[in-house]
């Protein structure tokens, strides 16, 4: 079963920038999509973004976008997120989460979407 492996995480201050990575450990596992998403205490998990390998289209929520980027290193197997400009808000636990399907933008920030995840990363803003 494919392994999803979170690293990047930490604290920073409102304003700066952290890169999550998800390492994916089974190659030949096949991914169509993966995605990123976040969970702050008492809420909900939520969708932050969304790649689609085989179109090359990304999603993003819209508390995000602009600030966020996600982006992959097929030569590592290896998933990014890039964050800018973080806001106390965006503190959550980021987990990494792969499809063997496509996506499209109603279901592609859809937690249910995705079968396999990775443990997660704390990120924590201060303001």
């Known amino acids: 079963q494919v392994q999803l492996v979170e690293s990047g995480g930490g604290s920073v201050q409102a304003g700066g920038s952290l890169r999550l990575s998800c390492a994916v450990s089974?190659?030949?596992?096949?991914?169509?999509?993966m995605g990123w998403f976040r969970q702050a205490p008492g809420k909900e998990r939520e969708g932050v973004a969304a790649?689609?390998?085989?179109?090359?289209?990304?999603y993003y929520a819209d508390s995000v976008t602009g600030r966020f980027t996600v982006s992959r290193d097929s030569g590592k197997n290896t998933l990014y997120l890039q964050m800018n400009s973080l806001k106390p808000e965006d503190t959550a636990i980021y987990c990494c989460a792969a499809s063997s399907t496509g996506l499209y933008r109603s279901i592609a920030l859809v937690p249910s979407k995705y079968p396999s995840w990775g443990q997660g990363t704390q990120v924590t803003v201060s303001s």
């Open positions: 790649i689609d390998f085989g179109t090359g289209s990304t």
């Open positions: 089974e190659y030949s596992y096949s991914r169509r999509s």
